[in-house]
């Protein structure tokens, strides 16, 4: 919204700062982070209506004294990146919209199950199979509507990991990438969901990831001037930076820059409260809207096997569940103490704060090798 102020420098000549997305990239995270002032408050209304967190029985039994801690923290979360976003992003840009669509759907559904858990005071909230019908319902119209808006020029070519674009890319069928996507969204979004076990476990991690394909995304859709000299005269050079890099341009794909810093402004100011001992818990509203973001992110940007390394963390914890129930169905025996894993450690003695913090390491760490890719080509 505050881009179009730019139109306005023929009258006020500082107005013309609103054109660059770097500018724009600060303001939004700061704009996120000036939100988060207002959990103070937040969590004393959700304290007044008994909005708190329902602890399984059968999980670590230090985590009983979690129980009636808020929760749907996430609502705030949600809020602060969508005003963020709106207030900082170029609206005439459909990548934005789609970003936020899908953030904010997915934190609907985030919402229902939270709200079902704190009605029927247990678990269960909404059902899996209704949870990933949903999720796969919305991600199906968007891949439909990104297919089919005709201003994107949107591909179905997958690349690689460490090799470079222009040497190797795998062209598949819309309909075969389409529910690729879909598959990269819905899972993104429910791995976040299952690391969301321990104070400050998830937020951090995606602030991380968030950062990451905040850099993915301005390389892949910004074109740098320089001015320089020939023979006498100035001219405009221009630098590519993709093409520099050996990765996909996409052109408008710098504008979710603004997106990604609001999930991270957003997420640092959660952790505030989040972090052990914490205050205030993100809820399946946040999970599943962050997760869906990030998913969306790789999804836009062509980060999708990439996304595997810079989601490692979450993935680890996906197929840890994944590798329980399925061992347990079939042979009746555990793989791990306790699924997801951030709960086996915690029972084999780690302190909680230490499997957060190790988490953390292991988060930012991946990101760097996804960092890396982008050399080593």
């Known amino acids: 919204m505050f881009m179009y102020l730019y139109e306005l420098r023929d009258y006020f000549a500082p107005f013309n700062v609103f054109r660059y997305v770097s500018f724009r990239i600060v303001m939004a995270m700061i704009t996120a982070l000036l939100m988060s002032f207002m959990y103070p408050k937040f969590i004393g209304k959700l304290l007044e209506r008994q909005v708190g967190q329902v602890v399984r029985d059968d999980g670590p039994q230090s985590h009983l004294k979690k129980r009636g801690t808020p929760t749907m923290g996430g609502s705030l979360i949600l809020l602060s990146l969508v005003v963020s976003t709106l207030l900082w992003a170029d609206l005439s840009n459909h990548y934005v919209w789609i970003f936020l669509s899908i953030t904010t759907f997915f934190g609907a559904v985030g919402f229902i199950d939270d709200f079902l858990k704190i009605k029927q005071k247990g678990s269960r909230g909404l059902p899996g199979r209704w949870k990933l019908i949903l999720q796969f319902f919305i991600t199906g119209v968007v891949m439909f509507v990104l ?158 096997l990439l996304s595997l390394i810079i989601c490692g963390l979450f993935l680890l914890e996906a197929i840890s569940v994944i590798t329980q129930t399925t061992s347990y169905k079939l042979t009746g025996k555990r793989v791990f103490r306790m699924a997801p894993i951030h709960h086996h450690f915690e029972l084999k003695g780690w302190a909680e704060p230490k499997v957060i913090v190790r988490f953390w390491i292991i988060s930012i760490l991946l990101a760097l090798v996804a960092l890396a890719s982008l050399k080593l080509r």
């Open 147 to 304: 297919f089919r808006d005709q201003t994107l020029h949107y591909s179905s070519e997958l690349y690689f990991p460490f090799v470079a674009a222009d040497k190797f890319a795998l062209d598949l069928p819309v309909i075969v990438y389409a529910l690729f996507g879909m598959v990269v969204i819905v899972g993104t979004s429910n791995a976040v969901n299952l690391t969301d076990g321990l104070d400050g476990l998830a937020i951090a991690p995606v602030s991380v990831a968030a950062g990451t394909f905040l850099i993915l995304c301005y390389v892949a859709g910004t074109v740098l001037q320089f001015p320089a000299d020939a023979g006498g005269q100035e001219v405009m050079t221009t630098v590519d930076l993709a093409r520099y890099l050996k990765i996909p341009h996409i052109n408008g794909i710098a504008e979710l820059c603004v997106g990604c810093a609001a999930i991270v402004g957003s997420g640092i100011g959660f952790l505030w409260f989040n972090s052990y001992p914490a205050q205030v818990f993100m809820g399946d509203l946040g999970s599943l809207s962050l997760g869906g973001a990030l998913g969306t992110l790789a999804v836009l940007s062509k980060n999708e």
